[in-house]
C-alpha cells in the first residue's frame, strides 16, 4: 500500500469511517483476482459510502479513463456481493480518483470525482489544525502519519 493510500485510509478511519483497504475482488477461476480496490469506507452514522482510487501516474487521460472505469466498474459489481455483504445494494458509491493533477474543467474521470491530492491535502491539514496542539487534544497514536501532521503544523505545546 502506498503512503498516500495509508493516509487516505487513516483520515476516512479517524472521521469513524469503517475502512477496508487493497481489497482482492473477483476471483477467477484461473487463479489471481479481477481486480483490487484501494481504499473502500463506509460511514455507519450517516451512511456514506466511498470508494477512492488514488495515483500518481502519467498516463494520458484515454489510459486513465480506462483504467479508472476498470476500477469503478468493479467496485459496483463487487462492494456490495465482497465486501461489504451486509449493506443494502441500493445505497449510493462515491467514488473518487485522487490525482497529482485536477485541471481546470475537468472535475470527472470514468463517472468518479476527481480530487487532487493538494485538494485532498488541503482538507485534511485544515481538519488536522483544527485538533490545536497535541499536549490538548493529541490525535490518536494509531493514526501516525495524522499525528505527524499534528505535530509539524499545531506543534506539541504552541501552535509553530
Partial sequence: MS?????????????GYLVKRNIKVGKLGHGGWE??????????????????????DAHSWTVREQRFTKKFAAAK????????????????????????????????LAGGRIVSIDELMSEIRQKVIECGIVAKNAIPEQYPHLRTLQLSHNGYYKTL
Fill in 3 to 15: 503512503h498516500l493510500e495509508n493516509l487516505i485510509a487513516e483520515y476516512y478511519d479517524w472521521k
Fill in 35 to 56: 481486480m483490487e480496490l484501494d481504499v473502500i469506507a463506509f460511514d455507519p452514522h450517516t451512511g456514506h459510502l466511498v470508494h477512492i482510487e488514488p495515483s500518481i
Fill in 77 to 108: 459489481k463487487y462492494i456490495f456481493s465482497e465486501i461489504l455483504t451486509w449493506l443494502d445494494s441500493s445505497v449510493e458509491i462515491e467514488q473518487i480518483a485522487v490525482l497529482i493533477s485536477h485541471p481546470k474543467g475537468r472535475d470527472e
